[in-house]
């Protein structure tokens, strides 16, 4: 038999689920067995970086990265496996977007490390002990990773080759990067073009079965998916629920949705966009009801109108922060007088 | 660009650099655009530190124009279309005024001062309004001071 191709797989800022869903794809991974051969996966078994450390360049085929770049280990490791890698795949929403790890560009270290170390109730850390990345200690010195004050995404930090998005990425999205790598492996087809997202090209209302209103869509209030008893066969988005589908890449299989549950966007924006959010805040603020008497409204009341929106930027940005034009929050340095 | 800025109140404090804000403008191409005009071509005067972008209606400002704007540095972005009840386009400009008012609040959760943001009704008849407008703004964005995401983070 031909030698099997080297195939890794890590996890930087995740949660594993990335890693589960590799085995999601049931019978499927005999076909990954067949051709390859895993030579670091830290949630399944007990590989050793300097060992990856160890190998020639471009010796491992693909390397699948999940989560985002929270500190400076994720970074360390992602730089390791893009050199010793032919093709790197960003795997999941966290390495393509910086996903739920990045809603915390909403704060920053200090923040974090108060929270964490200090605020916390179940907390109990008086002289307020952080974790220090370089520390000298009668043994010797001990280092640990530097947490960043931002999460980045994976291509932030390292030349991505493919993006596959998804919370996490679904079996049949997972499928088709297998067949794509098998195909080049056993028969010598060709790879994607680089940069190449391996999804869909259109949103997710494409791939949706629910009914939506073709002419004149309007909504006349807004509500949290728990306020109201969807209908099971209506379009959410028609029925005031805010769901982020309009702005968000196809590919799932609208799984959400048609489990009666709002999309919230974990596939990223379709190509045509550059900031998912904005994409979906516009969509949104465009369906909601014009009425003969809007001239007479005042900014206030188009103020109320919109405050319907609960939190628009964890809404909008529930998994694309990182990604999004904006990146992360500010702070204004003067504060206006009055 | 121009360095001084004959009609704006901003004050800018001893020891501290002169500050030019850099504001960007939407003008719809029916009335705010020709108010603009109207604005020049009777030689109001106006700080010169704002860039006028035309579209064909205030309502072809993606948001995601005006988060561009500001993520290339941009102190402040006005919007200017039709008064309610005159868009070209009938409603643009209703659909405007709600992506600008959740923009605002989304803004502001990002840090920014809302007051970067500014919509205006300006009809091609109101240049005195644009120049008007055009002042206040740059004076806001002045007190305010250099967006936060020059040299943040």
């Known amino acids: 038999m031909a030698d099997k191709i080297k195939i890794a797989q890590y996890w930087g800022a995740g949660c594993g689920g990335c890693d589960v869903a590799l085995l999601d794809i049931d019978a499927k ?37 999940n989560g985002a770049i929270r500190n400076s280990e994720n970074e360390h490791v992602a730089k390791v496996l893009r050199e010793k890698s032919v093709v790197l795949i960003a795997f999941g929403s966290c390495a393509c977007f910086g996903g739920t790890p990045g809603l915390a560009n909403v704060t920053n270290r200090e923040e974090v490390f108060q929270t964490v170390y200090k605020d916390t109730a179940s907390t109990d850390n008086p002289d307020f002990v952080t974790p220090k990345p370089h520390l000298t200690v009668p043994e010797g010195e001990v280092d640990l990773p530097q947490f960043y004050d931002s999460v980045k995404t994976l291509d932030e930090v390292v030349d991505v080759d493919y993006f596959m998005p998804g919370c996490p990425p679904t079996v049949n999205l997972i499928a088709m990067a297998v067949d794509a790598v098998a195909k080049h492996v056993t028969e010598g087809a060709d790879l994607p073009p680089k940069g190449a997202v391996i999804a869909s090209d259109k949103t997710l209302c494409d791939e949706c079965d629910r009914e939506r209103v073709e002419k004149d869509r309007r909504i006349e209030k807004i509500y949290q998916a728990y306020e109201i008893k969807a209908d099971p066969k209506k379009c959410l988005l028609d029925q005031g629920i805010i769901c982020i589908g ?26 045509a966009v550059m900031d998912h959010g904005g ?3 516009s969509a949104l603020s465009s369906l909601l009801n014009i009425t003969d008497s809007e001239s007479k409204l005042s900014e206030e009341q188009i103020m109320e109108l919109m405050m319907q929106v609960k939190d628009p930027l964890g809404t909008f940005y529930a998994f694309t922060l990182p990604k999004s034009l904006l990146k992360r929050t500010v702070t204004e340095k003067r504060k206006r007088k009055g | 660009m121009s360095s001084t800025a004959p009609e704006t109140g901003g004050e800018h404090k001893v020891g501290e650099e002169s500050f030019e804000p850099r504001i960007i403008v939407f003008c719809c191409n029916w009335c ?18 704002f860039r006028v972008i035309r579209v064909m209606c205030s309502a072809r400002v993606d948001p995601e124009f005006v988060l561009r704007a500001f993520q290339k540095g941009a102190d402040g972005v006005l919007v200017a279309g039709c008064h309610p009840a005159d868009c070209h386009y009938i409603g643009g400009n209703y659909r405007t005024r709600r992506r600008i008012a959740l923009l605002r609040i989304l803004l502001q959760q990002f840090g920014f001062d809302p007051g970067r943001l500014k919509l205006e009704w300006i009809s091609a008849g109101e240049g005195e309004k644009f120049q008007k407008t055009i002042v206040e703004f740059t004076d806001t964005v002045n007190e305010l001071g250099p967006s936060p995401m020059k040299g943040g983070d």
């Open chain 1, 29 to 65: 991974i005999l076909d990954v067995h067949a051709i390859a051969e895993v030579v670091f996966w830290p949630i399944g078994f007990d590989g050793k970086l300097h060992e990856i450390e160890a190998m020639p360049d471009k010796s491992i085929t693909v390397s699948f990265y």
């Open chain 1, 279 to 281: 994409s979906m805040l």
């Open chain 2, 32 to 49: 705010s655009y020709a108010g603009a005009d109207l604005a020049g071509v009777s030689r109001l005067q106006m700080p010169p530190h």
């Open chain 1, 246 to 271: 309009p702005a968000t890449r196809a590919g799932c299989g609208a799984m959400c949705p048609n489990a009666n549950m709002p999309c919230r966007g974990c596939m990223g924006p379709t190509k």
